[in-house]
């Protein structure tokens, strides 16, 4: 089965720097990769996703990046603000359904004022 | 964008008794929702997924009389947890996709339940 890997597991920047946070997965047919934001006591918040045809994709301050090849993803923040700071999971799921849906470990991010 | 309600966000109760969680998608509507578990400072794990309809397909290690689903709507689960002890604990969240999109496209989720189990 599907096997997602996150690094770092915690992150910490100053206000203004970029944060980037990784993730590989190993099974070919995962095709749709979403991140989710979540915060303290909350449910997970999506905040960007990208499709395995996509190399890239950007919304304002974020952005996703994906390497087929390579199997990995990465999503990009860049001019971090305080309300950034949350747990970041990445996720990699197969065009059967999201019952395969597989998580990453979660990344923790803390950003200074 | 798309809403997943869920209630109670917190509950606190004495061992055996039961528990009910209900998860609502408030504008659209969802074949299938699904049902998460998760730790202090651990991913979400998923328990089950909830069918409109028809029985409930639980993953390995979930038993399935312990946590009762009830899928009776296209906008409504629920999960019981039943006769809960204190290893119940945990944070419960459901997710629901549109069922007019693609079987992997879109996934929302709940603002999850706080189960503590005294």
């Known amino acids: 089965g599907e096997n997602v890997e996150q690094h770092p597991s915690t992150l910490s920047v100053q206000e203004g720097d970029s944060a980037v946070i990784k993730c590989t997965y190993s099974?070919?047919?995962?095709?749709?990769f979403p991140w989710y934001k979540q915060e303290l006591g909350k449910g997970p918040q999506l905040i960007i996703d990208i499709r395995s045809n996509v190399g890239e994709k950007k919304d304002q301050r974020i952005a996703v990046t994906l390497n087929k090849t390579a199997k990995h993803f990465s999503l990009h923040i860049t001019e971090t603000q305080p309300e950034d700071s949350a747990v970041y999971f990445c996720a990699a799921v197969p065009n059967t359904g999201f019952q395969k849906l597989v998580f990453g470990t979660g990344t923790r991010l803390l950003v200074s004022p | 964008g798309a809403v997943v309600s869920q209630h109670p966000s917190r509950v606190i109760c004495k061992s055996g008794t039961s528990v009910k969680i209900e998860c609502r998608s408030l504008?659209?509507?969802?074949?299938?929702m699904f049902w998460y578990r998760q730790f202090p400072k651990q991913s979400l794990m998923l328990m089950a997924t909830?069918?409109?309809?028809?029985?409930?397909?639980?993953e390995q290690g979930v038993e399935k009389d312990k946590f009762l689903i009830n899928h009776a709507s296209l906008t409504l689960s629920t999960l019981t947890v039943t006769s809960a002890h204190p290893e119940d604990s945990s944070f419960y969240i459901c997710?629901?996709?549109?069922?007019?999109?693609?079987?992997?496209?879109?996934?929302?989720f709940g603002s999850g339940t706080q189960l503590s189990v005294l």
């Open positions: 099974d070919s047919a995962s095709n749709y």
């Open positions: 997710s629901a996709a549109p069922t007019t999109v693609a079987t992997n496209e879109k996934l929302f």
């Open positions: 504008d659209f509507q969802a074949t299938t």
């Open positions: 909830s069918n409109e309809g028809s029985k409930a397909t639980y």
